[in-house]
């Protein structure tokens, strides 16, 4: 596939290196001659320095053969001409999506959605961190929950604790012990992600991602020797847009959520749109008015979601240690995330990460359904349906163990009809089948001419 990204900032840039990883042809364009330089020093793909919403530089970066358009850059209205730009120049295959970051809670049903503005898809960075985020606020254990094929699975990125009875034991002798259709797809640990095989051993510490369905939820916090909280009341520390969706999502589900928010103006439009919220005026950095507010309004979650990631952090660690259950910081430095963890915060989001995974989802376009990425593109778990009638017939006749899938590729679950169940070497898949597959990033390309 031919990928045409314009906008080098930490999302463009970060997607440009997962494609190129990938196999893909990647062009990107780049106002900022500095980072266009730096970037084509590090990065086997072709850069362009100049503006994409420039006929002459799309059709420089090779926009009339480009699969795909992804339109990244900082503002919204350049995101959209580039992509009706790139509409008018391009091929007729050209699929354009753009990030936009305006929040449409703003604009309510007046926002403009993809298919009014003739492109493929819009994609709110806010409204990606927002579903994140409430989706670990969802999860009574430590660490995060990602929902998967449509609900029907969980995958959960479990820290282990010394109390853990999964620790030290190989995966083949907990299989007994581990709830009905639960499998651990990949494990976390001082050397990055690794795909496990029956013969690991789960480590104090490590972090254990364990796809499940709903119902086991419960027994798998448990037996992660982590504690279980219930959420009911969350404090949010920065009520940009993003804060504000989380907010909205919060007050659909009649959670009671307070809000500090350190621009008296931006805390009086919040409040104005916050019928249920209690919005105050304050520094979240500020220790005592931290340690207040906490105290007063018995806040069992904080959620910080400052753009700053020293900031976010360090409010992270401070609510943590006043006694907070769950604590949930957004940032983007995985050195930073890291420390974060080690310190007990019990989830960091990532907002390129968040992004990555929306945006994959139309790179995937195909027998690939969904994508999410694992680390710094470690591993992906990715779910792929097999068509009615696949090109690739060994899919529905061998075994797996005969198919021929890749080493460091792990078949984790497979949804039939309303079934979930793990499979065994011996299970034969069939049409319609939804299969979550965790791989290490260099076997994608080879995973995915499985299913074409």
């Given at each position: 596939?031919?990928?045409?990204?314009?906008?080098?900032?930490?999302?463009?840039?970060?997607?440009?290196?997962?494609?190129?990883?990938?196999?893909?042809?990647?062009?990107?364009?780049?106002?900022?001659?500095?980072?266009?330089?730096?970037?084509?020093?590090?990065?086997?793909?072709?850069?362009?320095?100049?503006?994409?919403?420039?006929?002459?530089?799309?059709?420089?970066?090779?926009?009339?053969?480009?699969?795909?358009?992804?339109?990244?850059?900082?503002?919204?209205?350049?995101?959209?001409?580039?992509?009706?730009?790139?509409?008018?120049?391009?091929?007729?295959?050209?699929?354009?999506?753009?990030?936009?970051?305006?929040?449409?809670?703003?604009?309510?049903?007046?926002?403009?959605?993809?298919?009014?503005?003739?492109?493929?898809?819009?994609?709110?960075?806010?409204?990606?961190?927002?579903?994140?985020?409430?989706?670990?606020?969802?999860?009574?254990?430590?660490?995060?929950?990602?929902?998967?094929?449509?609900?029907?699975l969980m995958l959960i990125g479990m820290a282990l604790g010394s109390d853990s009875p999964l620790v030290h034991e190989t995966l083949a002798t907990l299989r007994g012990d581990m709830p009905d259709e639960s499998l651990v797809v990949a494990v976390q640990g001082a050397e990055g992600i690794r795909i496990p095989t029956g013969t690991d051993r789960l480590q104090v510490?490590?972090?254990?991602?364990?796809?499940?369905?709903?119902?086991?939820?419960?027994?798998?916090?448990?037996?992660?020797?982590?504690?279980?909280?219930?959420?009911?009341?969350?404090?949010?520390?920065?009520?940009?847009?993003?804060?504000?969706?989380?907010?909205?999502?919060?007050?659909?589900?009649?959670?009671?959520?307070?809000?500090?928010?350190?621009?008296?103006?931006?805390?009086?439009?919040?409040?104005g749109l916050l019928p249920r919220s209690l919005v105050l005026c304050g520094d979240g950095s500020d220790p005592e008015f931290l340690q207040n507010t906490i105290e007063e309004q018995r806040i069992d979650a904080v959620v910080v979601l400052l753009e700053d990631p020293e900031k976010s952090v360090l409010i992270g660690i401070f609510a943590k240690s006043l006694g907070?259950?769950?604590?949930?910081?957004?940032?983007?430095?995985?050195?930073?995330?890291?420390?974060?963890?080690?310190?007990?915060?019990?989830?960091?989001?990532?907002?390129?990460?968040?992004?990555?995974?929306?945006?994959?989802?139309?790179?995937?376009?195909?027998?690939?359904?969904?994508?999410?990425?694992?680390?710094?593109?470690?591993?992906?778990?990715?779910?792929?349906?097999?068509?009615?009638?696949?090109?690739?017939?060994?899919?529905?006749?061998?075994?797996?163990?005969?198919?021929?899938?890749?080493?460091?590729?792990?078949?984790?679950?497979?949804?039939?009809?309303?079934?979930?169940?793990?499979?065994?070497?011996?299970?034969?898949?069939?049409?319609?089948?939804?299969?979550?597959?965790?791989?290490?990033?260099?076997?994608?390309?080879?995973?995915?001419?499985?299913?074409?």
């Amino acid at each position: 596939m031919y990928i045409l990204i314009v906008g080098a900032g930490e999302v463009g840039s970060y997607v440009a290196r997962i494609m190129v990883d990938e196999g893909h042809e990647v062009a990107v364009i780049e106002t900022e001659e500095r980072v266009a330089r730096r970037l084509d020093t590090v990065l086997d793909a072709l850069v362009v320095h100049g503006s994409g919403v420039s006929p002459a530089v799309l059709r420089q970066a090779g926009v009339e053969r480009a699969d795909l358009l992804l339109a990244v850059t900082a503002v919204d209205e350049v995101n959209l001409v580039v992509c009706m730009t790139a509409r008018k120049y391009g091929n007729q295959q050209l699929r354009a999506v753009a990030r936009v970051r305006q929040s449409h809670h703003l604009a309510g049903h007046l926002a403009l959605s993809a298919k009014d503005l003739g492109l493929d898809a819009l994609i709110s960075p806010e409204e990606a961190i927002a579903n994140l985020t409430m989706e670990v606020l969802h999860y009574g254990g430590s660490g995060e929950m990602r929902e998967l094929a449509g609900g029907k699975l969980m995958l959960i990125g479990m820290a282990l604790g010394s109390d853990s009875p999964l620790v030290h034991e190989t995966l083949a002798t907990l299989r007994g012990d581990m709830p009905d259709e639960s499998l651990v797809v990949a494990v976390q640990g001082a050397e990055g992600i690794r795909i496990p095989t029956g013969t690991d051993r789960l480590q104090v510490d490590e972090r254990a991602f364990i796809l499940t369905t709903p119902q086991n939820l419960t027994e798998l916090t448990i037996l992660s020797g982590q504690p279980w909280y219930y959420v009911q009341r969350i404090l949010i520390v920065g009520c940009g847009d993003t804060g504000l969706a989380v907010a909205k999502k919060l007050e659909t589900e009649k959670r009671t959520a307070t809000i500090i928010e350190s621009d008296q103006h931006r805390a009086e439009l919040v409040a104005g749109l916050l019928p249920r919220s209690l919005v105050l005026c304050g520094d979240g950095s500020d220790p005592e008015f931290l340690q207040n507010t906490i105290e007063e309004q018995r806040i069992d979650a904080v959620v910080v979601l400052l753009e700053d990631p020293e900031k976010s952090v360090l409010i992270g660690i401070f609510a943590k240690s006043l006694g907070a259950r769950k604590v949930i910081v957004r940032c983007d430095k995985q050195t930073y995330g890291k420390l974060a963890g080690d310190l007990g915060i019990d989830a960091v989001i990532s907002p390129k990460r968040a992004m990555t995974d929306a945006i994959l989802g139309y790179v995937r376009r195909g027998a690939a359904q969904s994508t999410l990425v694992l680390g710094e593109h470690e591993a992906e778990l990715i779910e792929f349906k097999i068509p009615a009638i696949p090109s690739n017939e060994a899919l529905v006749k061998k075994p797996l163990k005969d198919i021929g899938f890749p080493k460091g590729a792990l078949v984790g679950a497979v949804i039939r009809n309303t079934q979930v169940f793990i499979p065994s070497g011996a299970t034969v898949l069939k049409p319609g089948d939804h299969l979550l597959v965790m791989c290490r990033f260099e076997v994608i390309e080879e995973l995915g001419h499985l299913f074409v």
